[in-house]
Every structure is written in C-alpha cells, then in structure tokens.
C-alpha cells in the first residue's frame, strides 16, 4: 500500500524557518518525480515546487523563490521542503505528491497519482 | 504566474450533466496532457482525469474529459449528491516550467 506522511508543519513567527519532510512507502520512490502542493485556507491548491527522481530538475513558485528549497534523499524515501523568511501568506496545508506510471508484469503502464494527508503550516505572530 | 481559468461554480439536479471548463495557453494546456482533480474540503485531492481524458481505476465512467487546443473540459453526467465538491485542472507549463492548477470549480447538487 502506498503511503505518504507529511511532518513538521507548525506555528511559525513571520521570518522564521520551518522544514517539512514526507515519508513514502509502498513504491519506488528513487523512480519518480515529487511535488510540494499547498492549499491555504478556503482557497484553491496552489503548486509550490519540484523535483525529478534525481534531484538533477528542480522548480518552483515564483511565489516562494529564494526561499523554500526542495530536497530528497532517496536512500531515506524522503522529501523535504525547507522554508525560510516565512510570511503570512504562506499558510497553508502542505501535500506532498507524486504522479507517474509504473509497469505491472505483463508490461501494461498503471497511472497513479498520490498525495499525502497534509501537513499544516500556520504563520502568525 | 499563469493559471488555468475555470468557472467559480457550477451546479445542476440529480441525474443532470454538469460541464466545467478550463482554459489555458498555447504554453500549457496545447502542449502537455491534462489532469482533473476532485476535493471534497478538508481532504486530499483526488484524481479523477489523467492525461486529458483517461480513468483510473474506479473512477465511474460517469466522470469523462475532453481536450482541445487550449482548453480542457470535465464532464459529470448523472449527477449524484457525493459529486458535490471542488474540482480543479492542472497542467504543466513548459515555458515557465510550472505546474500550474486552474482556479477551482465548486459543483454543486441542487
């Protein structure tokens, strides 16, 4: 079963830092490019940043540039999204996701497109 | 940052055919497939259309989506109560390297 547990959400001050990471099992992380989605309260989702399988593409916002960066450690199975100078606006629930096919055993391609539950980042002083 | 222009809402009866569009750019929408998310508030999306117009797996076929030039529609026909909900567009935007979702469509069930 593929899981991804996002963490590290919180309270943050306005400036501050915060990282966030995700947890994913049940596929072949190495494998697939990652994304950080974010959704702040009643509005719609809003793409944050990117990662291929290798870390050799990364991407993101205009909105966040120069100050969030994306990572991952594919020995760990893990993504990470550091924020810094954080500000009001950036308050909001953050996913994790990925999307892609995989090849069952016959060889037929499956599409998949997978999301965490969510982790939340409240900005405030 | 570009975004995918959908309505803010749409609504029908049970049983009706609800359509929402999402129009893009010849950098977005004209070059790379389409996906179709639904959220009900409080939880993750869910995908409902990839690539333009394809299910997944237990997806009901009453969920379809089209593709032309720059625009993309999803169509719920045999509304039922538990398609109320949000649905958005995404797409990647190979000028601007993005991912971009449209605005939101909230569907409502009258």
Redesign the interface.
């Known amino acids: 079963e593929v899981q991804m547990v996002e963490s590290g959400g919180g309270l943050v001050q306005p400036g501050g830092s915060l990282r966030l990471s995700c947890a994913a099992s049940g596929f072949t992380f190495s494998s697939y490019d990652m994304?950080w989605?974010r959704q702040a309260p009643a509005k719609?989702?809003?793409?944050v940043s990117?990662i291929s399988s290798h870390s050799s593409n990364i991407?993101y916002?205009?909105?966040v540039k120069g100050r969030f960066t994306i990572s991952r450690d594919n020995a760990k199975n893990s993504l990470y999204l550091h924020m810094d100078s954080l500000r009001a606006e950036d308050t909001a629930v953050y996913?994790c996701t990925t999307?892609g096919y995989y090849y069952d055993s016959s060889g037929s391609p499956?599409?998949?497109?997978y999301?965490?539950?969510?982790t939340l980042v409240t900005v405030s002083s | 940052?570009s975004v995918l222009t959908q309505p803010p809402s749409a609504s029908g009866t049970p049983g009706q055919r609800v359509t929402i569009s999402c129009s893009g750019s010849s950098s977005d929408i004209a070059r790379n497939p389409v996906?179709w998310?639904q959220?009900i508030p409080g939880t993750?999306?869910k995908?409902l259309i990839?690539?333009n117009n394809?299910r997944?797996?237990g997806i009901p076929d009453r969920f379809s989506g089209s593709k032309s030039a720059t625009s993309a529609s999803l169509a719920i026909s045999g509304l039922q109560s538990e398609d109320e909900a949000?649905y958005?567009c995404?797409t990647w935007d190979d000028s601007l390297?993005?991912?971009?979702?449209?605005?939101?469509t909230r569907v409502t069930v009258l």
């Open positions: 994304y989605v719609g989702l809003e793409w990117y991407y916002a205009d909105s996913y999307k499956h599409y998949f497109d999301w965490g539950q969510g | 940052q996906n998310y959220q993750a999306p995908l990839y690539s394809q997944p797996s949000d958005y995404a390297n993005v991912y971009i979702f449209g605005i939101g």
